[in-house]
């Protein structure tokens, strides 16, 4: 009989459950560390599209996703007077379902439980060894088939596996924050749209997450201090746009602000250690598809392994070959939209370009039906 390969995870987020939930599934062993005391995600709200939709189907959360999940009618851009700029619809075939983070959280954790992931909390890891092993904050080492660094932006695991890597920063960030969602907020357009305002100095995304809760990401310059600080300057925030005024008025002290960043490394593995979601590939959020990205590229890793049966090094080789091409196009369309952000009307971004990795049918997803 052989013995069943098993696998050693740094980070609890998308990434990690992705790629835990498919190993187990096709029958490896799995382990997660997770830095944090629990297993829980931070943030307000989140898109998925239809080729994330696809994974969370065969990781078997997508009907949890779904249940409590928003679909928004269209995609609308408004100006500060109020006036409708630009209108898309997705169809059937490309849905874009928008979410709290913890509600695609807990339907992914869930969904690795079933399939039977081990978790250990409080487990820092600072190192990966690319003969395969994890090196722990308390000094105990993890030995593994395949080790993988989910360990997000600011990974350890990459620090450590000394990978070549082109940083790039933006000149803009997003505060995110869920705010009540109340009947009747908006009047003069359907207030199930995900709606883009756009003013001369800010942005704020209006984004229905549920029957109760609205998500905004504002968007500002990260050098304009003044609307870049939490709390959020409500007078400033309303002043730019005043229809939102009486929804801005319901934040709190909550928010968080973020810059945008990408990071591109010229492989994606060494040895028998891998780098998936944002320890690999962080984007700027202009697309909705860096977590879309991170369950797209864990699971093909898990099928990728599966076919390459003992040869670790070159299954995750050819994962590498297979994936890599879509995930520097969305990092390369996302970076762009920030770019393009100073002096745009918010014309309608979503073209064929844009709209090629939300088409996508990811690897390990062909023939099934949602
Ligand atoms: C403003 C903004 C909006 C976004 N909107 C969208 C969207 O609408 N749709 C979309 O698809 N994507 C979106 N993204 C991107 C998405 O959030 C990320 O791509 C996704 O969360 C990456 O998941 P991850 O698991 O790789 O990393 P993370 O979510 O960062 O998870 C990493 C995990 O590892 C743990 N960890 C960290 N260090 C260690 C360590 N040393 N040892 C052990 N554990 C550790 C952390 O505690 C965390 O649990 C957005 C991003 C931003 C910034």
Same mark, same amino acid.
């Given at each position: ?19 835990? =939930? @498919? ?8 382990? *997660?560390?997770? #830095?944090? /005391?629990?297993? %829980?995600?931070? &943030? +307000? ?68 439980? =079933? @399939? ?8 820092? *890891?600072?190192? #990966?060894? /690319?003969?395969? %092993?994890?090196? &722990? +904050? ?233």
């Amino acid at each position: 009989m052989t013995k069943r390969k098993h696998v050693e995870i740094a980070g609890g987020g998308f990434a990690g459950l992705a790629t835990a =939930t @498919a190993f187990r599934q096709r029958g490896w062993t799995a382990r *997660i560390h997770e #830095a944090a /005391p629990e297993l %829980r995600t931070f &943030g +307000a709200g989140i898109f998925i599209w239809e080729n994330g939709l696809r994974v969370l189907k065969v990781l078997g959360a997508f009907e949890a996703v779904i249940s409590g999940a928003h679909r928004a009618p269209g995609y609308e851009g408004r100006n500060t007077e109020d006036q409708r700029i630009s209108y898309h619809t997705f169809g059937d075939e490309c849905r874009m379902l928008t979410m709290t983070r913890q509600h695609l959280y807990s339907a992914m954790f869930a969904a690795a439980q =079933t @399939a039977g992931v081990d978790f250990e909390t409080n487990s820092e *890891i600072v190192a #990966a060894d /690319p003969a395969g %092993r994890l090196v &722990g +904050a308390n000094g105990r080492t993890y030995q593994a088939d395949l080790v993988v660094g989910a360990d997000g932006v600011n990974s350890k695991v990459r620090g450590s596996l000394g990978v070549a890597k082109e940083r790039t920063t933006f000149t803009h960030g997003v505060i995110r924050l869920l705010v009540e969602r109340r009947h009747r907020d908006l009047v003069s357009t359907n207030p199930d749209n995900v709606i883009n305002y756009w003013g001369p100095r800010l942005k704020v995304l209006y984004v229905p997450c549920n029957a109760d809760e609205l998500y905004l990401a504002m968007m500002v310059r990260k050098d304009d201090t003044e609307v870049t600080a939490i709390p959020v300057r409500k007078d400033i925030w309303s002043t730019e746009f005043p229809v939102l005024a009486h929804i801005i008025e319901r934040i709190g002290d909550q928010g968080r602000f973020d810059t945008y960043e990408t990071t591109k490394l010229d492989r994606m593995s060494v040895g028998r250690a891998a780098l998936v979601g944002d320890s690999a590939h962080p984007m700027p959020p202009t697309l909705g598809q860096g977590a879309g990205c991170a369950i797209m590229n864990a699971l093909g890793m898990a099928v990728a392994l599966d076919e390459a049966g003992d040869d670790i090094e070159g299954g995750l080789r050819v994962w590498d070959q297979r994936e890599r091409p879509l995930t520097d196009h969305t990092q390369a369309v996302s970076g762009k939209y920030v770019r393009a952000r100073a002096g745009s009307d918010g014309a309608n971004k979503w073209d064929a370009t844009a709209m090629r990795t939300a088409r996508h049918i990811p690897t390990g997803t062909a023939g099934i039906t949602l």
